[in-house]
């Protein structure tokens, strides 16, 4: 029963590792621990416990992967700002790149806006392009 506390032990140890990082470190080692305890119960050789701990860690890491690699998201998935960036957008309030002020209105949003140099101006009406977004503001160019 000597083994079955060193397992009890690896089983502590890598609960309190995991719960002192944010990701999943040592989480892997918990069922195999319960398992090589079970079986240090049993009588089991050393050698099997400790096969049998490693290879219950390292199915788990496997099954573990495949699932979280399921989940991961798509790096290609567009958000919201990235879906107004080539859209075309209309001058509510004259946009003075100088100045620094003018609005346009996107897809039923108005935004602070200026052109792409600091010479453009535009006046209200006007229909411009969206090229890029810098913090909350958009980077009109004339179509």
């Known amino acids: 029963m000597f083994w ?4 009890i032990g690896v089983l502590v140890l890598a609960v309190i ?3 002192v990082t944010d990701q999943l470190v040592s989480i892997w080692f918990v069922p195999g621990a319960i398992v090589a305890t079970v079986l240090d119960f049993f009588s089991v050789d050393i050698i099997w416990q400790i096969i049998v701990l490693l290879g219950v860690s390292a199915l788990g890491i496997l099954v573990a992967r495949r699932f979280l690699v399921n989940l991961r998201r798509d790096d290609n998935t567009k958000t919201d700002l990235d879906m107004i960036v ?5 001058v509510t309030e004259r946009i003075d790149s100088f100045a620094g002020c003018g609005q346009a209105k996107v897809k039923g949003q108005i935004w602070s806006a200026r052109g792409l140099s600091e010479s453009d101006v535009f006046e209200v009406g006007e229909i411009l392009r969206v090229v890029s977004i810098e913090g909350v503001k958009l980077i009109c160019k004339r179509i």
């Open 4 to 7: 079955g506390w060193i397992w």
């Open 17 to 19: 590792i995991e719960a």
């Open 86 to 90: 080539g859209e075309k957008c209309i």
